[in-house]
């Protein structure tokens, strides 16, 4: 059964779109759902077992995939990792910037290098990656960036660490559309809630219980899926897209938004299941 987008075959042909974080979760999806679209995606991530698992999937499916392990917070990693994209590929024209990572915890118990790690990784990681993919390409030539983001209303309890780093990337993300804008460079965020990915399986006991605590919160009550991630993400790539620049766009079942502990508990809402090979993960599988 192939991807079930809801976009056109084709949409992406020609194209190269660089996926980092693509060796699981919704970089998994995405790169996925991109080529099934037509697009020659190039797959970035730390463990290169989980990327080349990835790119055979893809090609087992007939689409166009490479892998280039790299671990976006080594800047020189970074600078060789895209231009082995180049050297294959001739061209970037989308990133998808996705790689990133947390732990759970109180604020008061990071220590300053844990705090670090974390910042470097959703933050600094991030835009050395967009940074390079623009210089090195985009500048001269256009495209899209979509930067990972989360859905966060005023703070992130649990995650102070990527809470800071995410709110600077939607500021990096602001300030690079304004800037690459003459390039013809597009640059939006995503902003996830509780997704269900393989990600919750990376979490100590506390934070899958603090996860499970959340739902009830969730207007929409239930988990997002990667698949409704990945189509905003293609969203904010595609020509439909074209005025839109600097935005982000979140995906939380209305959870920013609620203001009341008292929601109805309810099963009306309908998740759009367009991955095919969907990995739930452990802690929710009863």
């Excluded at 990792?81 to 001739?90: C, F, K, M, W």
């Excluded at 995650?159 to 390039?183: I, K, P, Q």
């Amino acid at each position: 059964m192939p991807y079930r987008s809801i976009y056109h075959p084709g949409l992406f042909a020609g194209q190269t779109v660089l996926v980092t974080g693509g060796g699981s979760g919704i970089g998994r999806c995405t790169a996925h759902e991109l080529a099934a679209l037509g697009a020659r995606v190039a797959l970035l991530g730390r463990k290169a077992e989980k990327l080349e698992a990835v790119r055979r999937e893809i090609l087992a499916e007939g689409g166009t995939a490479s892998a280039h392990p790299c671990d976006i917070r080594d800047e020189q990693g970074v600078v060789a990792a895209i231009e082995a994209v180049l050297a294959e590929h001739g061209r970037i024209d989308g990133l998808v910037n996705n790689a990133g990572g947390q732990y759970y915890g109180e604020m008061k118990d990071f220590t300053t290098s844990g705090f670090e790690a974390v910042v470097r990784t959703n933050l600094t990681g991030g835009f050395i990656v967009m940074r390079e993919v623009y210089n090195r390409w985009m500048v001269g030539h256009g495209g899209a960036i979509v930067n990972m983001v989360a859905a966060i209303s005023g703070s992130l309890p649990g995650y102070a660490h990527s809470g800071a780093a995410r709110c600077g990337m939607m500021s990096l993300t602001e300030t690079a559309a304004c800037e690459w804008a003459a390039s013809g460079v597009r640059v939006n965020a995503v902003a996830p809630g509780l997704v269900a990915s393989s990600g919750f399986d990376n979490y100590s006991d506390a934070g899958a219980a603090a996860i499970r605590s959340k739902l009830a919160g969730i207007p929409m009550q239930r988990y997002g899926n990667v698949a409704e991630v990945s189509s905003a993400i293609v969203y904010l790539l595609s020509p439909a897209a074209a005025f839109i620049s600097g935005a982000c766009l979140r995906i939380d079942g209305a959870a920013a938004t609620a203001r009341t502990s008292s929601l109805a508990p309810h099963d009306r809402s309908v998740p759009f299941d367009g991955f095919h090979l969907p990995s739930l993960p452990a802690m929710l599988v009863e």
